[in-house]
């Protein structure tokens, strides 16, 4: 029986975030949550972990359902704490929900698993000499993107659709532009990103092939955990 504990840059618990990896994972699985942001108000949030201009920013979500910009490095100093406290109490499997990149992230005997690991991995490999298009959140982040995907071949096309929006017209707009300029296939690169982004492109009549992080990260740890 595996003990899965699942963090969250934000505030926990993000099932929204977790449920197409949980429905992979075995019926025995201990499922648990926690987040970098768990019991903060918005202004110790805004203080300690708030974007700081010109380095790397992450997007998430409080627990009242608002969205707030986070400060890249001050969010992996949390998350190595968390991931050492999760550990302590039984985690035996720590999956990140964010498709951010974190360095310095390690566990002393967990299974760590990082979706942007998975998922650049799995697309450099599945979608090999084809023009793909990549969405993530927020216009600051695609400079980021272009160096987090510089490998692919032929090189991707980039836009920007914050997955926590009211309805999803620019997320159907960005990818439409993807595609109008040559792309194939789509990448939403962030954990925010799930079956109804993906429904709602299909709904528009958008036919490419469309990759979530989380449905990629359940299809791949599921078996290993069996």
Known sequence: MHTVTFLTIGQSPR???????????PATARIRQAGVLDGLA?????????????????????????????DAVAVGAGLTALAERVEDEGADVVVLLCTGEFPGLRTRRARLVEPDVLLTGYVGTALRGRRTGILVPLPEQVAEARTKWRALDPAPSF??????????????AAA???????????????????????????????????????????????????
């Open 42 to 70: 918005r202004a110790e949030v805004e203080a300690r972990f708030g974007a700081v201009a010109g380095r790397a920013t992450l997007l998430s979500r409080l627990s009242d359902g608002a969205t707030v910009t986070l």
């Open 15 to 25: 099932r929204d975030l977790s449920m197409a990896v949980e429905a992979e994972l």
């Open 159 to 172: 836009g920007t659709a914050s997955p926590y929006a009211d309805g999803t017209a620019a997320l159907c």
């Open 176 to 226: 439409r532009a993807r595609l109008d300029e040559g792309a194939d296939a789509l990448v939403l690169d962030c954990m925010g990103y799930g079956a109804r982004h993906r429904e709602a492109l299909r709904s528009a009549g958008i036919t490419a092939p469309v990759l979530t992080p989380g449905a990629v990260v359940g299809a791949m740890l599921g078996p290993l955990l069996a």
